[in-house]
């Protein structure tokens, strides 16, 4: 009897110390989301979703190729942030939104209720306003955010949410003639570049200009940030179908190439020193190719360009 009152003592001496062990077992992770960071990605996720959804309405309409190209180009890209960032806050156990907010929502609506004529230009305004808050807000974080795992994805997208930034306030919709079908606009303006390709036959150039030169004289060329660094060189030039010039694809990191990759920068970023000796005809030789505003830090941290 005295043994069995002993054994019972023990069990309830034992039973607090064991269900203290099996509540700390049973408890979820502790999150390492801290308010700043819980406040950046709900934020960002909810303006990459908005950027989706605009981009997608903005497909369905005749705005041009340039409109067309940068909606495409969107997409993609924030498609690619949006997966990034699940994973960058997966792994500190912040909350992805689902839904977009009041302000997000009322722009979509404005965009759906736009009539065609004006769509291009609301979209164009929303696209600049929007992403301009977007690289506050990544810039912010970037100065004074905490956890290495967003600050790494925010200095990755930033080039991306600039390089956006930079096209949105350069487009232009193409003029819609009212009372004319897309088929019959489409018709008339190739009519008028065939009418221009004529008038160009007759301004055939014998000799080049002093500041043009030779685009496949480009690859190999040494490419330098603005501030003298040396960032990497030229592996080739994007051209559209109309032979105009689109960006430079630039080759930066790796060594003796090997893990090196592709970045396509804009041309209007790009600065092409060129030299000609006086009094030559053949076109000048380029030997230098700066970038404004950007680092090499940034365009190994870019996306890269597929060439394949």
Known sequence: ???????????????????????????????????????????????????????????????????????????????????????????????????????????????????????????????????????????????????????????????VLRRHLQIAQNLTQEPKIAGQSDDRQKTQRQTQRQTQGLELKRQVLSTAGPDHFMASELPDTDVYGANGEEIGEVHDVLMNRKGEGVAIIVSVGGFLGLGEKYVAVPLDAVQINATREDGEKEPAEPNRVVLHGMSRQELEDAPNFATD
């Open 1 to 159: 009897m005295r043994l069995s009152s002993l054994a019972l003592g023990l069990l309830v001496f034992t039973m607090p110390a064991h269900a203290q062990t099996t509540a700390e077992q049973q408890a979820p992770p502790r999150s390492d989301a801290g308010s700043a960071a819980q406040e950046f990605v709900t934020e960002a996720a909810v303006g990459n979703r908005y950027e989706i959804q605009s981009s997608n309405l903005a497909s369905r309409k005749s705005l041009g190729e340039a409109f067309s190209t940068y909606v495409q180009q969107n997409i993609a890209d924030h498609t690619d942030l949006e997966a990034r960032l699940i994973t960058a806050a997966k792994s500190i156990g912040a909350t992805i939104p689902t839904e977009l907010d009041t302000k997000h929502n009322k722009m979509i609506e404005k965009l759906r209720s736009a009539s065609d004529a004006e769509f291009g230009e609301l979209f164009r305004s929303q696209q600049i306003d929007s992403h301009e808050e977007a690289i506050r807000l990544y810039q912010a974080y970037s100065q004074s955010g905490e956890n290495d795992e967003l600050r790494n994805f925010v200095e990755s997208t930033l080039p």
